[in-house]
């Protein structure tokens, strides 16, 4: 088993999650993974990191896919007893001209962004290791949408006792609101990527919270950020931000120092906590 250290990257293979691995190629002393759901995809995205003279890893990850969230994981406790860093930057989100009927959009977009975030946090956060660091990659959608819930939704959102069980009931509830289009009438903003948001951004509280209840001492930060809105696939040619500035705020709470007791639990952008 080898006890270099190891980071690892959902969704690198394009966007901010290929800036992400470049800056940790660059910054993080062990071997950076990045993992992409089509091999074909990562391996290119390998290449373009080669020939600029860095050298990630790569592992097939689709976050939808749990026998493929469970192959990183035994492969990551075999060869290394664990992990150091986890960026879990995979995401979707349609286009706002995109006419997919609004339920479907609701569930396939939660399916990935909120449960799939979720299932790699299940089987893989139990492997960080002491000192490190956990980085959810939200967005401030999170925030604005959270403000357009009815208010027994936001007091549930922000409530410092909720638990996983009763955001995945939540979560739930919205896509089968959306089925019966009541989701509006029930508290929900007419945004399925902002709710899906909103449960990433509340899981990683509820899990910096379990944390601090079940390994404290172990000194693992875990925080929910946004990288700005950034010229991507997803956000498209117009947004201010370069992938790589995308880059900056995820790749500053995944190289916080070990002697940082904080941000942890937190939502951070422009490398700022953010009120929730
Ligand atoms: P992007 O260019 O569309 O890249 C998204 C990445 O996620 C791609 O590598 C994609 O892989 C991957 N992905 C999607 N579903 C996956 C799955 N099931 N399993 C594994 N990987 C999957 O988007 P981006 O702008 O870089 O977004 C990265 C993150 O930042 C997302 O979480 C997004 O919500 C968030 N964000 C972006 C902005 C912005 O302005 N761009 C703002 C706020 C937050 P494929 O190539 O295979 O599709």
């Known amino acids: 088993m080898s006890g270099t250290p190891v980071a690892v990257v959902t969704g690198g293979n394009k966007g901010i999650g290929f800036a992400i691995v470049r800056r940790l190629c660059q910054q993080f002393q062990g071997d950076v993974y990045l993992t992409a759901r089509d091999p074909g995809n ?16 790569f592992h097939q990850l689709d976050i939808d896919d749990l026998q493929s969230i469970r192959a990183l994981r035994d492969f990551l406790k075999e060869k290394y007893g664990g992990l150091n860093v986890l ?16 339920p479907v959009q ?5 399916k ?12 893989l956060l139990p492997l960080v290791k002491p000192y490190g ?25 922000r ?30 903003p007419n945004t399925a990527y902002g709710v899906s948001k909103i449960g990433v951004t509340v899981l990683s509280r509820i899990q910096a919270r379990m944390i601090n209840e079940k390994r404290k001492g172990d000194h693992i930060l875990l925080n929910a950020c946004c990288p700005g809105w950034v010229r991507t696939d997803m956000a498209g040619p117009k947004a201010p931000k370069s992938p790589d ?6 790749v500053y709470l995944a190289l916080l120092p070990a002697d940082a007791d ?12 953010q009120t929730w």
């Open 159 to 188: 409530s410092d006792t909720i638990t996983e069980e009763e955001l995945v009931k939540l979560m739930t509830k919205f896509v089968e609101d959306t089925k019966k289009n009541t989701h509006q009438k029930e508290g929900w």
């Open 245 to 250: 500035e995308g880059a900056e705020t995820p």
């Open 112 to 123: 990935t962004n909120f449960f799939g975030t979720r299932n790699v946090c299940t089987e």
């Open 42 to 57: 990562g391996q290119a995205a390998i290449a373009k990191l080669q020939e600029e003279g860095l050298h990630p890893f």
């Open 106 to 110: 609701a569930e396939v977009t939660l």
């Open 87 to 102: 960026v879990n930057n995979a995401g979707i989100a349609f286009k706002v001209l995109d006419s997919t009927p609004f």
């Open 133 to 157: 660091k956990v980085v959810n990659v939200s967005s401030s959608v999170s925030i604005s949408s959270l403000a357009s819930c009815s208010k027994e939704l936001q007091q549930k959102f």
């Open 262 to 273: 904080g941000p942890h639990g937190q939502f951070v952008s422009d490398k700022t906590v």
